[in-house]
Nanobody
Framework: QVLLVESGGGLVQAGGSLRLSCAAS????????MGWFRQAPGKEREFVAA????????SYGDPVKGRFTISRDNAKNTVYLQMNSLKPEDTAVYYC????????????????????WGQGTQVTVSS
């Protein structure tokens, strides 16, 4: 099992940027495909982005394509989410998740089966 801890959330004005980090411990994160999800009050958890073990392949949810970038540094056991051109509708609690088996193209459909989750970090975008 991997312990995941998110950081970097906060309050930002629309059009601004934030970078979230997800630090992993317990096992080598390079064995895991990693993803970011978000959940706004009263809404379902939503897929944001995913990245392959090597970092070569990525996948994004439609609402964030072209604005968000997922990356990873396996030497630091950390996954990042660079968020640019933020909108008020991006306001949510952001979670990172990891799984050694589920592929990045399956993460959205198999969100309930992902093995490890962080506790979440709040992102609030003001208009």
């Amino acid at each position: 099992q991997v312990l995941l801890v998110e950081s970097g959330g906060g309050l930002v004005q629309a059009g601004g940027s934030l970078r979230l980090s997800c630090a992993a411990s317990g096992r080598t994160v390079s064995r895991y495909r990693m993803g970011w999800f978000r959940q706004a009050p009263g809404k379902e958890r939503e897929f944001v982005a995913a990245i392959s073990r090597s970092g070569v392949s990525t996948s994004y949810g439609d609402p964030v394509k072209g604005r968000f970038t997922i990356s990873r540094d396996n030497a630091k056991n950390t996954v990042y989410l660079q968020m640019n051109s933020l909108k008020p509708e991006d306001t949510a609690v952001y979670y990172c998740a990891g799984d050694p088996i589920v592929g990045i193209d399956e993460m959205e459909a198999r969100v309930g089966q992902l093995r490890d989750w962080g506790q979440g970090t709040q992102v609030t975008v003001s208009s």
